[in-house]
């Protein structure tokens, strides 16, 4: 009797933890892309590094969500303002060195981050990232910059969301620094979930957006060779999607986390300045692809 008694309580312990598993890894599912953008990360500093001419600011999204950045104003009136829409998991901190080199060219600057995840259980799926990207641009247009005094660069699965503000407010120019083709393709590899990939509701789409709303500016491809977050692959097939005027980086040696530190930056400036980038060829170092990664999505 007892015995019967401890696996009936076992099975009931083990059924519920499955249906919770499922229904997280259902949620995870549908949310798709926008579920890389929900996890533990540090905290992130709320005062810029000393020196670095950035300085905090505050501002409010549409849905009354009050968000916090980094802003430092371009050194004259030729320079335009590059809106940083950070990747998953990628703290202001974490994006301080490339805004350092920014402001010490003469740029302006605005580092954002997403929303606090206390504040995003009602609605954090693609509609709540493009709601905190409209308010950064909401505010920068307040102060005059817009146009060809913008510059847009998504990080990582942010590409998509760069790649739609630059569709909705046509700035100079849009930067995708290592790009997947969509951030629901980056979930299945990670997290093996092909077999309900379809069902993804958001799947921030970097290649889709390309092929329905091509932005009416130059883009910028930047893609380390040695990047084992985002395949380069999916960095190249992004490229190949984009209209022209295009250019490509694809930086020998180069990481995800140390694109910046690498040849990233430079690449950038590059591009900022209107000079010639490197050949759109990609010699990748050592073919990878992540676990249970599908076909590139057309």
Request: glycine share 12%; with cysteine.
């Amino acid at each position: 009797m007892i015995t019967t008694m401890v696996a009936l309580f076992l099975l009931i312990i083990v059924g519920t933890l499955g249906a919770v598993f499922g229904g997280l890894v259902l949620m995870l599912a549908r949310q798709g892309g926008a579920a890389l953008f929900v996890h533990p990360r540090l905290p992130d500093p709320g005062a810029p590094p000393d020196g670095s001419g950035l300085r905090a600011i505050a501002y409010p999204t549409a849905d009354g969500v009050t968000l916090t950045a980094w802003l430092a104003q371009p050194a004259g009136v030729t320079k335009p303002v590059v809106l940083i829409l950070a990747g998953p998991g990628q703290r202001r901190a974490d994006l301080s060195g490339l805004a350092s080199t920014l402001v010490a060219a003469g740029y302006g600057v605005m580092v954002t981050c997403r929303r606090p995840l206390s504040l995003t259980m009602g609605d954090w799926g693609e509609t709540a990232l493009l709601a905190d990207a409209r308010a950064a641009l909401d505010h920068l247009t307040a102060q005059g910059v817009s146009g060809s005094r913008l510059v847009i660069l998504g990080v990582s699965a942010a590409a998509a969301l760069a790649l739609q503000m630059a569709w909705e407010r046509r700035p100079a120019a849009v930067v995708l620094a290592a790009p997947p083709t969509s951030g629901a393709d980056l979930l299945v590899g990670r997290w093996h979930l092909s077999a309900l990939a379809g069902m993804a509701s958001n799947p921030l789409a970097v290649v889709g957006r390309l092929k329905i709303a091509p932005p009416a500016c130059p883009l910028l491809v930047l893609h380390g060779q040695a990047d084992r977050v985002v395949p380069p692959a999916m960095g190249q097939a992004v490229f190949n999607a984009a209209p022209e005027p295009k250019q490509a980086a694809w930086i020998k040696g180069a990481g995800h986390a140390d694109l910046w530190d690498k040849g990233g930056a430079d690449a950038l400036l590059d591009f900022l300045a209107g000079r010639k980038g490197p050949a759109p060829t990609l010699d990748q170092e050592a073919p990878w692809r992540a676990p249970g990664l599908p076909a590139l999505r057309p």
